[in-house]
C-alpha cells in the first residue's frame, strides 16, 4: 500500500499513524449511540476517501509537504467529526470554511511561485501553465461546505452571501447564479437580493439584460412597493441604452452628429418604468429626487428629467423639497445651455469675458411660486439658500444675476419680521457676506432683543461679528441669561465661547475657576457636545468641553503649579468627566499635558495615570498609560 494513501487508513487498521488518524470520535459524537458513532466515522472516513487524489496531486507536484498533508488530513477529519454532530453549530462551518480559504490562499502562492520557477528554467516557447486536479480541489471543497451549511441553516441569510461574495472572488459565476437563485427561493422580500442577482447577469459576465430584467420583473413582482426595485429597474434600462448608443458610435466609426447621438439614446423602456412606478409609489417624494438623480448619471436625459418633474407641483406642491428640486432642474439646464453656446466645458470659463445677462430666468420664477404657494418659515429658509448657491455659481460662470439678486433683497424684506432663529441666520450671513456687518449686528441685535431666541447660533453668531471682545461679552452674558439650564446642551455652547471669550481677555482667576467649574458641572449632558460649524467658536477656539479644560491647563501653566494642580484636580478628581469617543483622543492629549506639567513631582505623576487607567477602562489607552506608568514612576 502506498505511503500516502496510508494516512486516510480507518483508525483500526493503522495503528503506527494513530497519532495522524486519532481524533476521538467518541468524544466528538456527542453522546451518540455506538452504532451511531460507527456510522458517523464511517462517513467521514467516506468524505477523506474522496480527497485522496487531489492531495495526492498537490504532494506530488511539491506545493505541500507530506508533514502538511498529514496536518490537513488531521483538521479536516476533526472539523468533519464536528459537522456531524448532532447539534451543528454555524460556528462549526464558518471556522472550517475559514481554514480552507487560508489553505487555498497558501496553495494559490505557492503555485505561482512554482509557475515562475517553471518559466524561468524554460527554453522554449510552451510556457502554457497546465491545469492539475489539486488546483481546484479546495475551491471545490468550500463550496461543498457552503451547501451543506445552508442546507443546514436556511434561514441565514448572512450564509447566502458569504457563499456569493466567495463566487466572486473565485469567479465562479455559473455557481453565482445558482446560489442566488437558491437564496431568492427562501427569501423573496429581500430586494436587494434581487438587485444584486440582476446586476450579476447585466454586469456579469453573461451580459444579459433578457435575464437581468426578468429577476427584476419577478422581484417586482413579490415586492411591488420597493422603491429600491423600481430605482434598480430604472437605472439598469439607462445603462443599457447607454451600451446601445456606444455600439452604434462604434459600428458608425464615430461620425454621429449630436442630434443622432441624442437620439441613439432611447429612453422608452426608463419613461414606461417611470410611469409604473410611481402608480405604485404615488406619494414619495423622495422616490422621485431619486430617479432625478440617477437621470443625472446619464448623458442626454433633460426630456426624462421633465418628465419626472414635470408633475412634482401638481402631486407635492405643499413641499418646499419639491420646488427646490424644480428650480435645481431649471438651474442646471440654464449652465447647460449656457456651455453650448460658449462651446466649452463647466471650467473654461474666463474671468476677463464680458459678462452675459440672464433675463427671464425660470429659476427665479419659480422661486417666486415657491414662496407665495408656501409662505412658512421652511420654504424661506431653502429658497434663501437656494437662490444664493445659485448666485454664487452664475457670479463664477461669469454671468449677471440681477433677477437673482432682486430675490434676494424682495426675499430678505420679507423675511426681516419672521421670528424663526435659522432664517435669522441666514439673513445675517447674506449681509455679512456682501459686507453689511453693521447691518447684519443691527440686525441680530434687534432679532434677539424682541424674541429672546433659546438657540446658543444666533447669540454666538451675533457675538462672532460683534466689534470688540466686550460687546462680545455682554452679548454672551444676554445669551446665558435667555437660555436656561434645562436646555443643556445650547446653555452649553454659548458658555464655551462665554468661557473661551474670558480666557481671551484675562478674566481674575477665582472668577474664572468657577465658571470653569459650572462648565464641568454640566458636561455629563454636553460631554458629545462638538462646536464645528459655528463661526464664533473660531473667534474664541473653543469646540468641546475637553478642548476648554486643555485651554484652561495651557492658561493656568504660567500661573504656578498650585494653579496647575487645582485645574487638572477639578477635571480628572472633582468631576463626572469619562472617556467616550468623541472626546477620548482629546482627554489623553488633556492627561500627557498634566503628566508633562508635573514632570517634577513623581507621587503626582502617578496619581495622573491611575486616574488615567480608570477613565480608559478596556480599551487599548488603558494598556499604553499602564506600560507608561510602569516606565516612569514605578
Given at each position: 500500500?502506498d505511503?500516502?494513501?496510508?494516512i486516510?487508513e480507518r483508525?483500526e487498521?493503522c495503528?503506527?499513524?494513530?497519532?495522524?488518524?486519532?481524533?476521538k470520535p467518541?468524544?466528538?459524537?456527542?453522546c451518540?449511540?455506538?452504532?451511531?458513532?460507527?456510522t458517523?466515522a464511517?462517513?467521514?472516513?467516506?468524505a477523506?476517501?474522496?480527497?485522496v487524489?487531489?492531495?495526492?496531486?498537490l504532494?506530488?507536484?511539491?506545493?505541500?509537504?507530506?508533514?502538511?498533508?498529514?496536518?490537513i488530513?488531521?483538521r479536516?477529519r476533526?472539523?468533519?467529526?464536528?459537522?456531524?454532530?448532532?447539534?451543528?453549530r454555524?460556528?462549526?462551518?464558518?471556522?472550517?470554511?475559514q481554514?480552507?480559504?487560508?489553505?487555498?490562499?497558501?496553495r494559490?502562492?505557492?503555485?505561482?511561485q512554482?509557475?515562475?520557477?517553471?518559466?524561468k528554467?524554460q527554453t522554449?516557447?510552451?510556457n502554457?501553465?497546465?491545469?492539475?486536479?489539486?488546483?481546484?480541489?479546495?475551491?471545490?471543497?468550500?463550496?461543498l461546505?457552503?451547501v451543506?451549511?445552508?442546507?443546514?441553516?436556511?434561514?441565514d441569510l448572512?450564509?447566502?452571501?458569504?457563499?456569493?461574495?466567495?463566487?466572486k472572488?473565485?469567479?465562479s459565476?455559473?455557481?453565482?447564479?445558482?446560489?442566488?437563485?437558491e437564496?431568492?427561493?427562501?427569501?423573496p422580500?429581500?430586494?436587494?437580493?434581487?438587485?444584486?442577482?440582476?446586476s450579476?447577469?447585466?454586469f456579469?459576465?453573461?451580459?444579459?439584460?433578457r435575464?437581468?430584467r426578468i429577476?427584476?420583473?419577478?422581484g417586482l413582482?413579490?415586492?411591488k412597493a420597493?422603491e429600491e426595485?423600481?430605482?434598480?429597474s430604472f437605472?439598469?434600462?439607462?445603462?443599457?441604452?447607454q451600451?446601445?448608443r456606444?455600439r452604434?458610435?462604434?459600428?458608425?466609426?464615430?461620425?454621429?452628429?449630436?442630434?443622432?447621438?441624442?437620439e441613439?439614446?432611447?429612453?422608452?423602456?426608463?419613461?414606461?418604468i417611470?410611469?409604473?412606478?410611481?402608480?405604485?409609489?404615488p406619494?414619495?417624494?423622495?422616490?422621485r429626487?431619486?430617479l432625478?438623480?440617477?437621470?443625472?448619471?446619464?448623458p442626454?436625459?433633460?426630456?426624462l428629467?421633465?418628465?419626472?418633474?414635470s408633475?412634482?407641483?401638481?402631486?407635492?406642491?405643499?413641499r418646499?423639497e419639491?420646488?427646490i428640486?424644480?428650480?435645481?432642474f431649471?438651474a442646471?439646464?440654464?449652465?447647460?445651455?449656457?456651455?453650448r453656446?460658449e462651446?466649452g466645458?463647466?471650467?473654461?470659463?474666463?474671468?476677463?469675458?464680458?459678462k452675459?445677462?440672464?433675463?427671464?430666468d425660470r429659476?427665479?420664477?419659480i422661486?417666486n411660486?415657491?414662496?407665495?404657494?408656501?409662505p412658512n418659515?421652511e420654504?424661506?429658509l431653502?429658497a434663501?439658500?437656494?437662490a444664493?448657491?445659485?448666485?454664487?455659481?452664475?457670479?463664477h460662470r461669469?454671468?449677471?444675476?440681477?433677477?437673482v439678486?432682486?430675490?434676494l433683497?424682495?426675499?430678505?424684506?420679507c423675511?426681516?419680521?419672521?421670528?424663526s432663529?435659522?432664517?435669522?441666520l441666514e439673513?445675517?450671513?447674506?449681509?455679512v457676506e456682501?459686507g453689511?456687518?453693521?447691518?447684519?449686528?443691527?440686525?441680530?441685535?434687534?432679532?434677539?432683543?424682541?424674541?429672546?431666541?433659546c438657540?446658543?447660533s444666533?447669540?454666538?453668531q451675533?457675538?462672532?461679528?460683534?466689534s470688540?471682545f466686550?460687546?462680545?461679552?455682554?452679548?454672551?452674558?444676554?445669551?446665558l441669561d435667555?437660555?436656561?439650564?434645562?436646555?443643556?446642551?445650547e446653555?452649553?455652547?454659548?458658555?464655551?465661547?462665554?468661557f473661551?471669550?474670558?480666557?481671551?481677555?484675562?478674566?481674575?482667576?477665582?472668577?474664572?475657576?468657577e465658571?470653569?467649574?459650572r462648565?464641568?458641572?454640566l458636561a455629563?449632558?454636553?460631554?458629545?457636545?462638538?462646536?464645528d460649524?459655528i463661526?464664533?467658536?473660531?473667534?474664541?477656539?473653543?469646540?468641546?468641553v475637553?478642548?476648554?479644560?486643555?485651554?484652561?491647563?495651557?492658561y493656568?501653566?504660567?500661573l504656578?503649579?498650585?494653579?496647575?494642580?487645582?485645574?487638572?484636580?477639578a477635571?480628572l478628581f472633582?468631576s463626572?468627566?469619562?472617556?467616550?469617543?468623541?472626546n477620548?483622543?482629546?482627554?489623553?492629549?488633556f492627561?500627557?499635558?498634566?503628566i508633562?506639567?508635573e514632570?517634577?513631582?513623581?507621587i503626582?505623576?502617578?496619581?495622573?495615570y491611575?486616574?488615567?487607567?480608570?477613565?480608559?477602562?478596556?480599551?487599548?489607552e488603558?494598556?499604553?498609560?499602564?506600560?507608561?506608568?510602569?516606565?516612569?514612576?514605578?
Amino acid at each position: 500500500m502506498d505511503e500516502f494513501e496510508f494516512i486516510f487508513e480507518r483508525n483500526e487498521g493503522c495503528a503506527t499513524n494513530s497519532n495522524i488518524l486519532s481524533s476521538k470520535p467518541e468524544r466528538l459524537a456527542n453522546c451518540r449511540s455506538p452504532t451511531s458513532s460507527a456510522t458517523m466515522a464511517e462517513h467521514v472516513q467516506e468524505a477523506l476517501d474522496r480527497m485522496v487524489a487531489p492531495l495526492r496531486d498537490l504532494l506530488d507536484r511539491q506545493i505541500f509537504t507530506e508533514k502538511e498533508i498529514k496536518a490537513i488530513v488531521t483538521r479536516r477529519r476533526e472539523s468533519e467529526y464536528l459537522l456531524r454532530r448532532l447539534t451543528a453549530r454555524k460556528a462549526d462551518f464558518l471556522r472550517y470554511i475559514q481554514a480552507e480559504q487560508g489553505l487555498e490562499r497558501l496553495r494559490q502562492l505557492r503555485t505561482k511561485q512554482r509557475h515562475r520557477d517553471h518559466l524561468k528554467s524554460q527554453t522554449t516557447s510552451e510556457n502554457k501553465q497546465e491545469q492539475h486536479i489539486g488546483d481546484a480541489h479546495i475551491v471545490q471543497h468550500i463550496h461543498l461546505l457552503f451547501v451543506r451549511a445552508i442546507r443546514k441553516f436556511r434561514s441565514d441569510l448572512s450564509l447566502h452571501l458569504l457563499h456569493a461574495e466567495f463566487c466572486k472572488q473565485t469567479k465562479s459565476f455559473s455557481r453565482l447564479g445558482r446560489v442566488y437563485a437558491e437564496a431568492l427561493q427562501i427569501f423573496p422580500r429581500q430586494s436587494g437580493l434581487w438587485v444584486e442577482a440582476a446586476s450579476n447577469e447585466f454586469f456579469g459576465p453573461n451580459r444579459s439584460i433578457r435575464n437581468a430584467r426578468i429577476l427584476l420583473q419577478r422581484g417586482l413582482r413579490f415586492n411591488k412597493a420597493s422603491e429600491e426595485l423600481w430605482c434598480q429597474s430604472f437605472s439598469l434600462e439607462l445603462h443599457y441604452a447607454q451600451t446601445l448608443r456606444g455600439r452604434k458610435q462604434i459600428l458608425l466609426g464615430g461620425k454621429m452628429v449630436a442630434e443622432e447621438i441624442a437620439e441613439s439614446a432611447s429612453y422608452n423602456i426608463a419613461e414606461v418604468i417611470y410611469k409604473n412606478a410611481i402608480q405604485a409609489i404615488p406619494d414619495s417624494m423622495a422616490f422621485r429626487l431619486r430617479l432625478l438623480d440617477t437621470c443625472r448619471n446619464f448623458p442626454d436625459t433633460e426630456t426624462l428629467m421633465e418628465m419626472i418633474q414635470s408633475p412634482l407641483e401638481r402631486d407635492f406642491g405643499s413641499r418646499p423639497e419639491a420646488w427646490i428640486a424644480r428650480a435645481l432642474f431649471e438651474a442646471e439646464k440654464n449652465i447647460k445651455q449656457d456651455d453650448r453656446e460658449e462651446g466649452g466645458s463647466d471650467d473654461e470659463f474666463s474671468t476677463g469675458r464680458s459678462k452675459k445677462v440672464r433675463t427671464n430666468d425660470r429659476v427665479v420664477e419659480i422661486l417666486n411660486n415657491a414662496i407665495k404657494r408656501l409662505p412658512n418659515n421652511e420654504m424661506y429658509l431653502q429658497a434663501f439658500g437656494f437662490a444664493r448657491n445659485y448666485e454664487k455659481e452664475l457670479a463664477h460662470r461669469g454671468r449677471q444675476a440681477a433677477e437673482v439678486e432682486k430675490f434676494l433683497r424682495d426675499l430678505v424684506q420679507c423675511i426681516s419680521g419672521h421670528s424663526s432663529p435659522d432664517l435669522a441666520l441666514e439673513h445675517a450671513d447674506y449681509l455679512v457676506e456682501n459686507g453689511k456687518t453693521a447691518e447684519a449686528e443691527t440686525f441680530l441685535q434687534e432679532f434677539c432683543t424682541k424674541h429672546k431666541p433659546c438657540e446658543a447660533s444666533v447669540w454666538i453668531q451675533w457675538a462672532g461679528i460683534a466689534s470688540g471682545f466686550s460687546e462680545s461679552l455682554s452679548i454672551l452674558s444676554q445669551g446665558l441669561d435667555h437660555i436656561p439650564m434645562s436646555n443643556s446642551k445650547e446653555h452649553m455652547k454659548v458658555l464655551l465661547q462665554y468661557f473661551g471669550c474670558q480666557l481671551t481677555s484675562k478674566m481674575q482667576n477665582q472668577a474664572l475657576f468657577e465658571l470653569f467649574q459650572r462648565i464641568l458641572l454640566l458636561a455629563p449632558s454636553a460631554s458629545e457636545l462638538v462646536l464645528d460649524d459655528i463661526g464664533a467658536s473660531e473667534r474664541f477656539g473653543l469646540h468641546s468641553v475637553i478642548e476648554a479644560c486643555i485651554k484652561y491647563l495651557e492658561y493656568a501653566s504660567a500661573l504656578g503649579p498650585k494653579i496647575i494642580r487645582k485645574v487638572y484636580s477639578a477635571v480628572l478628581f472633582n468631576s463626572s468627566m469619562s472617556a467616550n469617543e468623541v472626546n477620548s483622543k482629546e482627554l489623553k492629549h488633556f492627561i500627557e499635558e498634566c503628566i508633562r506639567l508635573e514632570a517634577n513631582d513623581r507621587i503626582c505623576r502617578r496619581r495622573i495615570y491611575d486616574r488615567a487607567v480608570q477613565l480608559f477602562e478596556d480599551t487599548n489607552e488603558e494598556q499604553y498609560f499602564r506600560h507608561r506608568r510602569n516606565d516612569d514612576v514605578c
